[in-house]
């Protein structure tokens, strides 16, 4: 396996230090196979890695007695609580901007097995995530609800809003998950705010709006 250009690879990052350091471990983890990176490789990742955290002001991660490949695996492991901590802040705010009044989406056919198909699709990010059994059944509820919400003649896209404190406050701990949940919600979310515009003649705030998460901005990417 080639090794990763890491000079190739700071050239496509985001100037922000943040989503920098998000951006590159993301893109380490989809390229790097833990399991048979040479030492050199993971001692070169690491450092650049340790570097990011180091530019945001978040403590280097010591290196291990045992391998360089643990190392490497556990700076992955704090990044990716990082972003999780991220995702809730930004959550929290945006539950606190979005009290939009009660609303329903009459919603067709092909919207709603839109929505059950995302739905689902949370449930089974849910279930690989590293929630406490007992969070995974409580959510696990409420995604039931939502799916019966769904297939009523007009859909309450209140509840929908409220299923995003959940989202909040279970984000942490999903970790590498957290992302892609949020990712679906926002899909659900664009098909109920369109439905409902159309019927109401309201304008709702959009997806991005309603849930920003570090790396959707595009504005301070690199040319």
Do not use: W
Not at 7 to 16: A, F, P
Not at 132 to 142: I, Q, T, V
Not at 193 to 200: F, G, H, T, Y
Request: negative net charge; charged residues 30%.
């Amino acid at each position: 396996m080639s090794n990763v250009d890491l000079i190739s690879l700071t050239k496509t990052l985001s100037r922000d230090p943040i989503l920098a350091l998000l951006e590159a471990a993301s893109y380490i983890r989809s390229s790097v196979d833990v399991e048979t990176v040479s030492e050199p490789e993971a001692n070169r990742l690491s450092s650049f890695l340790n570097a990011l955290l180091d530019r945001n002001d978040y403590n280097k991660v010591k290196k291990f007695d045992t391998d360089a490949t643990d190392h490497l695996v556990e700076i992955l492991r704090v990044i990716s609580e990082l972003e999780a901590e991220a995702v809730v802040d930004q959550l929290f705010e945006d539950i606190e901007a979005c009290q939009e009044p009660i609303g329903f989406a009459k919603l067709n056919e092909n919207e709603k097995s839109q929505i059950h198909s995302l739905l689902a699709k949370i449930r089974q990010l849910i279930e690989s995530s590293d929630i406490s059994d007992r969070k995974k059944n409580a959510l696990y509820h409420r995604l039931a609800a939502l799916h019966e919400e769904v297939d009523l003649v007009a859909t309450s896209t209140d509840r929908f809003f409220a299923f995003m404190g959940d989202i909040a406050f279970t984000a942490g701990e999903m970790a590498k998950n957290a992302k892609p949940v949020v990712d679906a919600f926002k899909e659900i979310m664009s098909v109920l705010n369109s439905r409902r515009a159309e019927d109401e003649g309201v304008r709702l705030p959009s997806p991005d709006e309603i849930l920003r998460l570090p790396g959707s901005d595009t504005e301070g990417e690199a040319k």
